[in-house]
């Protein structure tokens, strides 16, 4: 079946993206907050197969200096057929001309993005609302 990509969210099923999260597995994201997630972002990617959403992903930018990828989530049906690494090349596309990209990992998708021409930062920080989750899901390390 062929794959129909959009890049604007005037269309989405808010409830259908957070359905896509949690079978990603990616977590819980309520549809609330990914309508003000994906509005905040400048760059979205939102992939269809036969009106069905299969695959999302939205880039935080600011035009200029810095471009954040995140939130990449393919359906589990489509996991492994090369979606996913298309979804992060399109928002890197759209993202080319910020002085860096930046991609935010679910802990152990390291290799994959290595693959596509991310490097590990050795210099990033974070302050996570809850960082006990955040260190036993392995994303910073307990000083």
Do not use: N
């Not at 590990?120 to 392995?138: H, S, V, Y």
């Amino acid at each position: 079946m062929a794959l129909e990509w959009r890049h604007a969210i005037d269309a989405v099923d808010w409830d259908e993206l957070s359905r896509l999260y949690e079978i990603a597995p990616l977590g819980h994201k309520p549809p609330e907050s990914l309508k003000q997630v994906y509005a905040a972002s400048l760059f979205k990617c939102l992939v269809y197969e036969d009106g069905r959403l299969v695959g999302a992903g939205r880039a935080l930018a600011d035009g200029l200096d810095c471009s954040y990828i995140c939130d990449v989530a393919v359906h589990p049906e489509r996991q492994g057929t090369g979606l996913g690494r298309e979804i992060v090349a399109q928002l890197v596309e759209r993202s080319r001309g910020h002085k860096k990209i930046i991609l935010y990992a679910v802990a152990g998708k390291e290799p994959f993005y290595r693959k596509l021409g991310f490097r590990r930062m050795k210099t990033a920080m974070a302050i996570f609302r809850d960082e006990p989750l955040a260190i036993a899901r392995g994303l910073v390390e307990e000083d």
